[in-house]
């Protein structure tokens, strides 16, 4: 089993376990945010489309990420998680110092590219470490800190990236201009990042194994995932689509939110980005920590049945507020529409990764998780922001063709990710029984 080979100095508590996981999610969102909060100058700066814009943000970051979180998910399983971890921040720590370099588009979706083969290794370590840590009445709400946590970094990458960027911008003499200055500050968390993870192991290991005494076990393998999988496919094909749409709607709008908010209302992308990050931080982790100890109560009540049920609800509830973000005239409107989509979709992620750990018990959970993370990422991620941009590019450079991009292409995937949920209720007890 992984981890074993990690120092053993007593069990760690799981809540310490979850805080560690959660710095490296927050340090990942925080640094895959930042393009979202710099569109504007870089579009100037390099003469980017939307469609360009679309594809750093979603595709380019999606396509090496998918492929490299199936065997991310596989070595979970096998090796110390937390090396897994660390390497995978230096690989993605290069890929940033790689936006601050580059001359143009193709460097930048490299760099993109670069991001992604690190970032892959971070969800399969976490969801399989929860799922051995920690007890099931709590693990909705474990993944909530999870989540939270990426929302905090894209806050911070918003509101942070906001300020700096007008800071900066009245600044003479600088040897590079805002926007790359701006990523470059940035890998001082990074760095904060990593010292905080070798340190953890040098003085107060969290990321240990879960058995003292550990029973030699045979290696899980890909065909392990694969064969369960195949035989609770019905649930597996509910969770691609649920999570895929999820994903879609959170990454497509939380791409363009700034950018809109330039457009519609003449916000200057500071002051875009700040509102943007403030009510993502707000509303967004809120929206985690009610669904996080909501779904734990509905699995208490009813099963994984209780959690679909959830899902269902918080992407309806999430529909009128991206109608309202996007169509209403007035900013104060508006902005009280994303406040209630943050909150709705924040609802929403906790359960789907709960769902995804709920029906997955065998050992193999780290390859599990990669192989569905990787089908979700590249369906959400891969194309939300890229959809997005290439709608608004065939519309106007205006405010409403933007707009009208982000309802097309969201508002049909929400509908489906309802429906998806809805179905999952309908599942035999067998496989929507939290275990």
């Given at each position: 089993m992984?981890d074993?080979?990690?120092?053993?100095?007593g069990s760690?508590?799981a809540t310490?376990?979850v805080?560690t996981?959660?710095l490296c999610?927050?340090t990942?969102l925080?640094d895959?945010s930042l393009?979202?909060?710099?569109v504007?100058?870089?579009?100037?700066?390099?003469g980017?489309?939307?469609?360009?814009?679309?594809?750093?943000q979603?595709t380019g970051?999606?396509?090496?990420?998918a492929?490299a979180i199936?065997?991310?998910?596989?070595?979970?399983?096998?090796?110390?998680?937390q090396?897994?971890?660390?390497?995978g921040?230096?690989?993605?720590?290069?890929?940033?110092l790689?936006?601050?370099?580059?001359?143009g588009f193709?460097?930048?979706f490299?760099?993109?590219?670069l991001v992604g083969?690190?970032?892959a290794?971070v969800?399969?370590?976490?969801l399989s470490?929860i799922?051995?840590r920690?007890v099931?009445?709590?693990?909705?709400?474990?993944n909530?800190?999870?989540?939270?946590a990426?929302?905090?970094?894209r806050?911070?990458?918003?509101?942070g990236?906001?300020w700096l960027?007008?800071a900066l911008?009245g600044t003479?003499g600088l040897?590079?201009?805002?926007?790359?200055a701006v990523?470059?500050?940035?890998?001082?968390?990074?760095?904060m990042a990593f010292?905080?993870?070798?340190?953890?192991r040098a003085?107060d290991?969290?990321l240990?194994?879960?058995?003292t005494t550990?029973?030699?076990?045979?290696?899980p393998?890909?065909?392990?995932a694969?064969?369960?999988?195949?035989?609770?496919?019905?649930a597996?094909?509910?969770?691609l689509v649920?999570?895929?749409?999820?994903?879609l709607?959170?990454q497509?709008?939380?791409?363009?939110?700034?950018?809109l908010?330039h457009?519609r209302?003449?916000l200057?992308?500071?002051?875009a980005?700040?509102?943007?990050g403030?009510i993502t931080?707000?509303a967004?982790v809120?929206g985690h920590?009610?669904?996080?100890?909501?779904?734990?109560a509905a699995i208490?009540?009813m099963g994984l049945?209780?959690?679909?049920?959830n899902?269902?609800a918080?992407l309806a509830l999430?529909?009128?507020?991206?109608?309202?973000?996007?169509q209403?005239a007035?900013?104060g409107?508006?902005?009280?529409?994303?406040?209630?989509?943050?909150?709705a979709?924040?609802?929403?992620?906790?359960?789907?990764?709960t769902?995804l750990?709920?029906?997955?018990?065998?050992?193999a959970?780290?390859?599990?998780?990669?192989?569905?993370?990787?089908?979700?990422?590249l369906?959400?991620?891969?194309?939300g922001?890229?959809?997005?941009?290439?709608?608004?590019?065939?519309?106007s450079?205006?405010?409403?063709?933007?707009?009208s991009a982000?309802?097309?292409?969201?508002?049909?995937?929400?509908v489906?990710?309802?429906?998806?949920?809805l179905a999952?209720?309908?599942?035999r007890s067998?496989?929507?029984k939290?275990?």
């Amino acid at each position: 089993m992984p981890d074993t080979d990690m120092p053993r100095r007593g069990s760690p508590s799981a809540t310490r376990l979850v805080l560690t996981l959660a710095l490296c999610q927050f340090t990942a969102l925080m640094d895959r945010s930042l393009l979202a909060a710099l569109v504007t100058p870089i579009k100037a700066s390099l003469g980017l489309t939307d469609a360009q814009i679309g594809l750093l943000q979603g595709t380019g970051f999606a396509v090496l990420y998918a492929l490299a979180i199936v065997p991310a998910g596989s070595l979970a399983d096998r090796i110390t998680r937390q090396r897994l971890l660390l390497l995978g921040l230096s690989v993605w720590s290069l890929g940033v110092l790689g936006y601050v370099l580059a001359p143009g588009f193709e460097w930048l979706f490299a760099a993109s590219l670069l991001v992604g083969l690190g970032q892959a290794v971070v969800l399969p370590c976490s969801l399989s470490l929860i799922a051995e840590r920690v007890v099931t009445p709590h693990r909705a709400r474990a993944n909530s800190v999870l989540t939270s946590a990426g929302v905090a970094g894209r806050a911070v990458a918003l509101i942070g990236g906001g300020w700096l960027l007008g800071a900066l911008g009245g600044t003479a003499g600088l040897p590079m201009t805002p926007w790359r200055a701006v990523i470059l500050t940035s890998l001082a968390v990074n760095l904060m990042a990593f010292l905080a993870l070798v340190t953890g192991r040098a003085t107060d290991p969290v990321l240990v194994a879960s058995r003292t005494t550990p029973t030699p076990t045979p290696s899980p393998t890909l065909r392990d995932a694969l064969c369960w999988i195949a035989a609770n496919r019905s649930a597996y094909v509910i969770l691609l689509v649920l999570l895929s749409a999820t994903i879609l709607t959170i990454q497509g709008v939380a791409a363009w939110t700034p950018t809109l908010l330039h457009r519609r209302f003449a916000l200057d992308p500071a002051t875009a980005s700040l509102w943007a990050g403030c009510i993502t931080v707000l509303a967004g982790v809120a929206g985690h920590a009610v669904g996080g100890f909501a779904v734990d109560a509905a699995i208490r009540a009813m099963g994984l049945r209780g959690a679909f049920i959830n899902s269902a609800a918080a992407l309806a509830l999430a529909c009128p507020g991206v109608l309202l973000f996007t169509q209403a005239a007035d900013i104060g409107v508006s902005l009280a529409g994303l406040v209630l989509f943050a909150f709705a979709m924040g609802m929403a992620t906790p359960t789907g990764l709960t769902l995804l750990q709920g029906v997955t018990t065998i050992p193999a959970k780290g390859t599990v998780s990669g192989l569905m993370l990787a089908a979700t990422i590249l369906c959400g991620l891969g194309f939300g922001p890229l959809l997005i941009g290439l709608a608004s590019d065939r519309g106007s450079a205006a405010g409403d063709g933007l707009a009208s991009a982000v309802v097309t292409i969201v508002l049909p995937v929400m509908v489906v990710g309802i429906t998806a949920a809805l179905a999952g209720t309908r599942l035999r007890s067998g496989q929507t029984k939290s275990r």
